[in-house]
């Protein structure tokens, strides 16, 4: 150690004078609103989880793992957390299959054409979700157009409202946008030659697309997939308001237990559960896929 | 491996038609360049025979069959392109596997022959590392390999040296040709870059603007030019003016500003005398002389590169090795051979 700075320090300064980063400085103000805005309301949380419920009142400042051991005991929040990493999953896959196509049109398109899908696929996102919602119940409801013409053609009911279709139905129409764009990202970067590469060696439509195409957009593939997957996790209105109280996913739970119920420590500790097992089948997704991605690591 | 024939081959692309009635006969196991600058075409007839592109009239046979409506996958092509388009996805061997794989070969079969071509472009040990692990010239011979593999009827390589730096392009063309030659395999490559071209080919297509304007061995594009286009394309050339005045059996003399010179060739009229900066030489030893003065000279290394003006105030190009040097405003005596001068129509200028 010695030696190394008695190198530095013989060394003759030409190096120009540290010049005080300003440009770094930049960053304060964002740093600053994540740390008040963020970081510490959930740090609250993740004490919060610890804490006593007493009858009376929001919480004690007493440590206790009583809060996590209702809610992990409990097969109902077991049940809960269940179907909507179900819904989810189901979400993100129908997204991925509906989106792909839609990815692939708009990186194949003339750019004239490509602008005018773009606009198709991104302007649902100017609605509220909430219009959108309703649009769906209008849509989907007993007197709607799709029972009208299922009345008609097959002379039955297709009850989609509470049911837990009806919410796939309602978060797929939502994330389709956010599927398409992050996979027309990928297949934006394939280089033309490459597929003509594969061409010129025997490769036939099928084969270019699962031998080449295919493997070379999954990074976006695989963001959108985490993408809609954790925005699916965490939606509140799209259940509330196609489940019509029927179906209960976690956000309404952990709402419900901290509105309703008013019970802040518990609803504190079934959101860290309920954040740690999103968590961790993330990691598990990302691991898998990162096998199939070894060829991106530099 | 078979030969190639173009027939009336023409592409166009909106109004502009980039290949037009290019008629082409490229031997079986020859390498042909297709010379030219960019937008002549010659890339889109490169696409033309691997079947990337569709002509709109024409016919394209590899030997006896035509292939003209058939898609790339079912031409037997190997294709190298400028970005080498590697699978990334790819290690090495899968890259250069993959065509062997398309044709459903047994796999004990495959590893033979992709060990066997890895050994051959000297990769033999980088059979698992990715194409992003690899330095150009290696990515370079895992593209050849991959084409070369699959033992397809023709070779095609669309400026493959483009990307490399200039010392290993330099050994890739001697590379390149050594490979094209074990093959044996009939290929086409495309080139801008006319020492690439004359390096490398039995035989050089030049095109201009989607015609073919020669074709021929290097020794007679360099040394016969077809026309002054051709000239000022490959290397560089003296133009002189002047008039047919007499012919001798296949010479030429041609009455110009600067005096009569013996040149060859077969035409009367109007002509420029054609001749090369390295054929002028300092001395008078030579049937055509001339006189004139230095006006500028550069150093190039392995030549001195003159502008010489001569008494009637044509300007010339001269190239002398640098062991004698003439220092501007010295007055000289030109003089070349006419075996080293011929002479083409003057209105192809």
């Known amino acids: 150690m010695a030696g190394v700075q008695a190198a530095v320090t ?21 740093l600053l609103f994540l740390l008040v805005f963020f970081a510490v309301p959930y740090l609250n949380m993740v004490r919060m989880s610890f804490l006593l419920k007493p009858a009376e009142g929001p919480y004690l400042p007493q440590f206790t793992l009583a809060n996590y051991a209702r809610a992990l005991f409990d097969p109902f929040n077991w049940k809960i957390l269940r179907n909507t990493f179900w819904y989810s999953i189901l979400t993100t896959v129908i997204t991925l299959v509906l989106g792909y196509p839609i990815a692939y049109h708009l990186t194949q398109a003339t750019p004239k054409r490509k602008r005018w899908l773009l606009v198709l696929i991104i302007s649902p996102l100017l609605v509220s979700v909430v219009v959108r919602g309703f649009a769906w119940l209008i849509l989907l409801g007993r007197v709607g157009l799709v029972n009208q013409f299922m009345q008609w053609a097959a002379g039955t009911e297709l009850i989609l409202i509470g049911t837990p279709e009806g919410i796939v139905v309602g978060l797929v129409h939502v994330f389709i946008p956010f599927m398409a764009l992050s996979i027309a990202g990928s297949l934006q970067n394939i280089s033309p030659d490459v597929v003509q590469a594969a061409r010129s060696l025997g490769a036939g439509p099928w084969q270019r697309f699962w031998r080449v195409i295919w493997p070379l957009s999954l990074p976006g593939v695989l963001a959108g997939s985490v993408l809609v997957f954790v925005l699916a996790v965490s939606s509140y209105v799209i259940p509330i308001m196609l489940g019509a109280s029927n179906v209960l996913v976690m956000p309404m739970l952990i709402v419900q237990t901290l509105l309703d119920t008013f019970n802040w420590p518990l609803g504190s500790a079934l959101s860290m559960i309920f954040f740690g097992l999103t968590a961790t089948i993330l990691a598990v997704y990302l691991k898998l896929m990162g096998r199939s991605m070894r060829w991106t690591a530099p | 491996m078979s030969s190639i024939t173009l027939h009336g081959l023409t592409k166009r692309f909106g109004l502009v038609t980039a290949v037009n009635q290019l008629d082409l006969e490229i031997r079986e196991g020859e390498l042909i360049t297709l010379l030219g600058p960019s937008g002549c075409g010659k890339t889109t007839t490169l696409r033309m ?58 796999p004990p079969g495959i590893r033979q022959r992709v060990a066997a071509i890895l050994d051959k472009v000297q990769l033999s040990g980088l059979g698992g590392r990715f194409p992003n692990q690899l330095s150009g010239g290696q990515q370079q011979r895992v593209a050849l390999a991959r084409a070369l593999v699959t033992n397809p009827a023709v070779l095609l390589l669309d400026e493959p040296l483009a990307n490399l730096d200039a010392k290993l392009r330099e050994e890739m063309r001697f590379y390149i040709r050594q490979l094209q030659r074990d093959f044996g395999i009939t290929t086409v490559y495309v080139t801008h870059d006319q020492s690439e071209a004359m390096v490398l080919a039995d035989r050089i297509a030049v095109m201009r603007d989607g015609v073919l304007e020669q074709v021929g061995r290097a020794e007679e594009i360099y040394g016969r030019p077809n026309n002054a286009w051709v000239a000022e394309f490959i290397g560089l050339s003296n133009f002189i003016p002047g008039t047919v005045a007499r012919r001798i059996d296949s010479r030429v003399v041609v009455q110009t500003k600067a005096g009569e010179f013996t040149c060859t060739g077969n035409i009367d009229g109007s002509v420029f005398v054609c001749v090369r900066p390295e054929a002028l030489h300092f001395d008078d030893n030579r049937p055509n002389r001339l006189t004139g003065v230095v006006r500028e000279r550069v150093f190039l290394g392995n030549l001195f590169d003159y502008r010489v003006e001569s008494s009637n105030g044509i300007r010339l190009r001269v190239q002398a090795d640098p062991s004698r040097a003439f220092s501007p405003g010295t007055s000289v005596q030109l003089s070349f051979d006419p075996a080293d001068a011929w002479v083409i129509r003057a209105e192809q200028v």
């Open chain 1, 10 to 30: 013989e060394r003759p300064r030409v190096a120009a004078p540290r010049r005080f980063p300003w440009v770094q400085v930049l960053i304060v103000p964002t």
């Open chain 2, 49 to 106: 025979i691997g079947g990337f592109e569709i002509p709109d009239e024409g016919e394209i046979y590899f030997g006896e069959r035509s292939v003209t409506a058939l898609p790339p996958e079912r031409r037997n092509i190997g294709i190298v392109f400028q970005s080498y388009a590697l699978f990334p996805h790819m290690t090495v061997w899968h890259n250069v596997a993959f065509g062997l794989q398309m044709r459903r070969e047994p």
